[in-house]
C-alpha cells in the first residue's frame, strides 16, 4: 500500500482558522489568558505580554497554552506583534495559529517515516490493534493521545466484524495512527490530530456514513418512517465534528447546511468570529478574607449551609465525623463514593 498521506478536499491552512476560532480552547481561551496576564493594562507592548507567558505557569491558562513548550514558542512569536490592544486580537490568534501549523507540520514530517513500520492487521484486519502498533515501534514510548485514540481502539470491533465496523480509508488510517504515535500528549497534540480529521472530513465522514448504526433502516413495523440519506449524512457530519471538538451547537449549525459545503460552511463561521474578536474585560481575582472581627464566623461542623452556598472543603467529612450512628456513616460514605 501506498504510504503517501492522503490529500482531502481541505489543505491545512484552510482548516486551521476553523479550529482556532471555533474551538474553545484556541482563540477564546488564548485571548481569555491574555486580558488576564496584563491584568486589563491595555494596550500594552508584545514584550510585556511574552514575559507574561513565559513567567505564567500551567495552572493560568487553559487549552492549547498549557502545553509548556507550546507555551514558549507562542511568547517567542508575540514579541513581534507590537502594541497589544483590543484591536490586536486577530493578530495574538495568528500567532497562535503559526505555532499550532509549525508543530503540526514537524508531527507530521516525523509521521512519514514511522508510518513505513505501522503493521497492518492480522488475519485479515486492516486496523491494527494497540499492541500491535507498540511492539512495532519500540523505539517510540506509546503517548496518551495514542493510548486514547478512538479510532485504533476500533480494531477490536473491526476484527469481529468487517462488514458492521469497517475501516476507515488506509491512507487515512495510516497517517492518523502514525500521527498519533508522534503527537505526544496534551491538548496541542489532540489539536494535531483534530486538524488532521478537519483536513480529511469527507474520509471521516464516509466511513461514519459506513457503519451499520449510521445507516438509514429499511421500513419496518418498527421504523415506519427511517431517515432518509440526506439526513443520515448529516448526522453522521455532526458526530465527526463534535469529535474534531467543536461545541455541539457548531457542529449543529454546520451540518445543518449540508456535507457537500462543510468547507465553506467552516470557513464562513471561522471569519464572523474572528471579525468579532476582542480583548475580554479584566477580571481581577476576588481578595481573600484574613480572619478578624468583621469577618463572619465560620460554619459550625455539622450546620446546614445556607440556601444556594456551597458547602467548604472537607464539609462531608466533617459531617461524617460527627454522626453518632454507624448506619449513617455508611449511607455518607456510599454518597460520596456514588453522589
Known amino acids: 500500500p501506498s504510504l503517501a498521506f492522503s490529500k482531502g478536499r481541505s489543505t491545512a491552512r484552510a482548516m486551521l482558522a476553523p479550529l482556532l476560532w471555533l474551538s474553545p480552547g484556541a482563540a477564546a481561551a488564548t485571548l481569555k489568558a491574555a486580558a488576564q496576564l496584563l491584568k486589563g493594562e491595555v494596550p500594552s507592548s508584545g ?41 490586536s486580537a486577530a493578530a495574538l490568534v495568528d500567532a497562535l495559529g503559526a505555532c499550532l501549523k509549525k508543530r503540526s507540520e514537524a508531527v507530521k514530517a516525523k509521521a512519514s517515516s514511522v508510518a513505513k513500520a505501522l503493521p497492518n492487521g492480522k488475519n485479515g484486519s486492516k486496523i491494527p490493534t494497540f499492541q500491535e502498533v507498540a511492539a512495532a515501534l519500540p523505539k517510540e514510548k506509546p503517548s496518551d493521545v495514542m493510548k486514547k485514540d478512538w479510532i485504533l ?105 449540508g456535507a457537500k459545503c462543510f468547507d465553506a460552511t467552516l470557513k464562513e463561521m471561522a471569519a464572523q468570529e474572528r471579525k468579532r474578536a476582542a480583548m475580554p474585560l479584566y477580571c481581577a481575582p476576588k481578595a481573600e478574607k484574613k480572619g478578624g472581627k468583621g469577618d463572619s464566623a465560620a460554619p459550625a461542623a455539622g450546620s446546614k ?35
Open 305 to 339: 449551609p445556607a440556601a444556594g452556598s456551597v458547602p467548604a472543603a472537607g464539609a462531608v467529612a466533617k459531617l461524617h465525623n460527627a454522626t453518632a450512628t454507624q448506619e449513617l456513616q455508611w449511607q455518607l460514605l456510599a454518597y460520596r463514593l456514588r453522589p
Open 153 to 257: 481502539w476500533h480494531a477490536a470491533g473491526h476484527a469481529q466484524d468487517q462488514k458492521a465496523l469497517p475501516a476507515i480509508a488506509e491512507g487515512v488510517l495510516r497517517e492518523r495512527l502514525a500521527m498519533a504515535v508522534c503527537a505526544g500528549t496534551g491538548p496541542v497534540a489532540e489539536a494535531i490530530l483534530s486538524l488532521h480529521m478537519l483536513e480529511n472530513l469527507d474520509a471521516y465522514v464516509s466511513w461514519e456514513m459506513s457503519l451499520t448504526g449510521s445507516r438509514p433502516p429499511a421500513p419496518s413495523k418498527r421504523v415506519v418512517s427511517p431517515f432518509d440519506d440526506a439526513f443520515a449524512q448529516e448526522v453522521a457530519l455532526r458526530r465527526i465534528l463534535m469529535q474534531v471538538g467543536f461545541p455541539a451547537e457548531v457542529a449543529s449549525a454546520c451540518a445543518a447546511k
Open 47 to 87: 514584550d510585556r505580554l511574552a514575559a507574561a507567558v513565559q513567567q505564567a505557569g500551567e495552572s493560568d491558562f487553559e487549552g492549547l497554552l498549557i502545553d509548556a513548550e507550546f507555551r514558549k514558542d507562542f511568547a517567542a512569536s508575540v514579541k513581534g506583534l507590537g502594541e497589544i490592544s483590543g484591536s
